[in-house]
């Protein structure tokens, strides 16, 4: 990947910790010495530092049957205990872990000794349906209060849950609890969602419904929390009001625990083929890099933070950042059950504003989508308590790394650009505040007791300044243990590539700077060659989205017959600049010129088209598959997974090919 072009390497800025928040961090510059002289050792003392463990572990690691890890192997916790309980004992029971807001501006507060109760009551009630440890529990919910208690409950009587995001169709739904053969759903009646109640009920027992196949069933049960107020069908013996059972429960439960490789959880992640994934979580590895991650990497004051992850408990984000992490260190958060536009843009910002958030963790498209709509509505809040600033999910463009900092973080805040998976479970690759001289773009390097390397097709070590492919060395805590039910799908997908070597396959490229610090280019499917040079998208749309006019952009590679593929991109402009310019025919052609002023004339892009919005996941990725379908003129696939299935047509009429 030698000819990679690298834009993205001009990026020059630096920020630097400044010394009074170095002189006070949470992470401390040693621990990367800690980690490295033993790995193991330190994460064996993370552990015992971070958990409490009802039986403590004598092994670290035990590798000895690769991929499939095992840690703190003889250890004995239990994970809600560890996240609930044992914070109340320390005399914490009333400090707030939940400043809950509803789209609709209701609001509840809800303190761990509150939250320690409901999970006990509702532990109590999964063991009366039936429930025990090793049973899939289904979650489908919205981010209320008792999305999280669910988690917690299930995970408290060792059973393993599933949360399936509230955006998901019933057929969606219906494979993933088939697959999991989940017992329980914990679903509600609905949602709001921009404005109006989106409805859940219906989905489930659409999803649970005969369809004449033949297929047994293993839900038995349906719990209903009362959100949407919205009509809902009642299948007596099968469904339950949350309301008329979890408040009955008795408030006595006491947390067994169970052995370290316990499974926690089972999330849906969709792969290179069609059939999403069942990525297999455990419990005391998971709970340890979690927490550590979540301290370190935000710079976590229990007593004092408002920490904030807009994720929903749809993502893995949600889980490790919002669930796990946050709760395992005792720590006080938002939850927010809406989108960021309702009633009208500014409505995150006046959350930050309204509960002091100190620490706010959110996705690059997200920060671009602010940036479209101009400064002035987050200017017009009192955005100060903010100290940290994080990003999850794709690469993280200069200029909006840059805007994130001046415009959000007042140009005070450390940014924490932070890479990590689904199957990586926690945060691997990442700046410390306060340690690290940040590098806007850059995730930079990896945490201590994480070996990450970037190699070639053979496996070798490309060295600094070049590119390639994002590999994982060494075990770590968090990793997945496997694909729910599917142990061979697991090893090709992630270890088969470079079996001989042992490293775990990402699927990510990513570049070596001449500090050796990483640059995360995008999925390995995004590389696209051009007359046989190596481009990739984000760092292309990196440099559509550093032009004045640009707010988004998406950049494919599309078959060419001269060149292998071509440059194809979508920009979406900025209101301000489309305010201020009433011809906007020639953008296009100033954009290819742009492009191949910034980047090179290899990276001119054979075509710009200039649209009104991307089309995007219920997660907020770009799908660019269906980009590439309409720049090679193909009928467009599947796109059922869309938040917005509309966005396609309106695409296609701009660009005016089938
Ligand atoms: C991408 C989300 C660049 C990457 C936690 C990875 C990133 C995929 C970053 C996993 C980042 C995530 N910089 N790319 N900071 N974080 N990615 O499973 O391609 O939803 O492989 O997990 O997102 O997405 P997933």
Partial sequence: MSSQIDHLLTETRRFAPSPEFAADAVAK???????????????????????????????????????????????????????????????NGDRVALLWEGEPGDSRTVTYAELTDEVKRLANVLTDLGVGAGDRVAIYLPMIPEAIASMLAVARIGAIHSVVFGGFSADSLRSRIDDAGAKLVITADGGYRKGKVSPLKPAVDQALSDRGDGAQLTV???????????????????DLWWHDVVPQAPAEHTAQAFPSENPLYILYTSGTTGKPKGILHTSGGYLTQAAFTHRNVFDLRPESDVYWCTADIGWVTGHTYVAYGPLANGATQVLYEGTPEFPAPGRWWDIVEKYGVTILYTAPTAIRGF????????????????????????????????????????????????????????????????????????????????????????????????????VITEPWPSMLRGIWGDPERYKETYWDKFAEQGYYFAGDGARLDEDGDIWLLGRVDDVMNVSGHRLSTAEIESALVAHE?????????????????????????????????????????????????????????????????????????????????VAEGREVGDTTTLADTMVMSTIQSKVGKK
């Fill in 29 to 91: 510059a040693d621990l990367y010495e800690r980690a490295a002289a033993d790995r193991e050792g330190f994460w064996a003392e993370q552990s015992r530092e971070l958990l409490h463990w009802e039986k403590p572990f004598t092994q670290v690691l035990d590798w000895s049957t690769p991929p499939f890890a095992k840690w703190f192997a003889d250890g004995e916790l239990n994970v809600a205990y560890n996240c609930l309980d044992r914070h109340v004992e320390a005399g």
């Fill in 220 to 238: 038995e049960h349906v719990l209903v929390v009362k959100r949407g107020e919205n009509e809902v069908e009642w299948t007596e013996g099968r």
């Fill in 371 to 470: 940036m479209k709509q101009g400064r002035v509505i987050p200017q017009q809040r009192d955005l100060s308590s903010l100290r940290v600033l994080g990003s999850v999910g794709e690469p993280i463009n200069p200029e909006a790394w840059v805007w994130y900092r001046d415009v959000i973080g007042g140009g005070k805040t450390p940014i924490v650009d932070t890479w990590w998976q689904t199957e990586t479970g926690a945060i691997m690759v990442s700046a410390l505040p306060g340690v690290t001289e940040a590098k806007p773009g850059s995730a930079q390097v990896p945490l201590p007791g994480i070996s990450i390397d970037v190699v070639d097709e053979k496996a070798e070590h490309v060295g600094n300044g070049n590119g390639g492919l994002l």
């Fill in 549 to 629: 006019a640009t707010a988004e952009a998406a950049v494919v590679g599309a078959s060419d017959e001269t060149t292998g593929q071509a440059v194809v991109a979508y920009c979406v402009l900025k209101e301000s600049y489309l305010s201020s310019h009433e011809n906007i025919e020639d953008l296009a052609q100033e954009l290819r010129s742009w492009v191949a002023s910034q980047i090179g004339a290899i990276a001119r892009p054979r075509e710009i088209y200039i649209v009104t919005e991307l089309p995007k996941t219920r997660s907020g990725k770009i799908m660019r598959r269906l980009l590439r379908d």
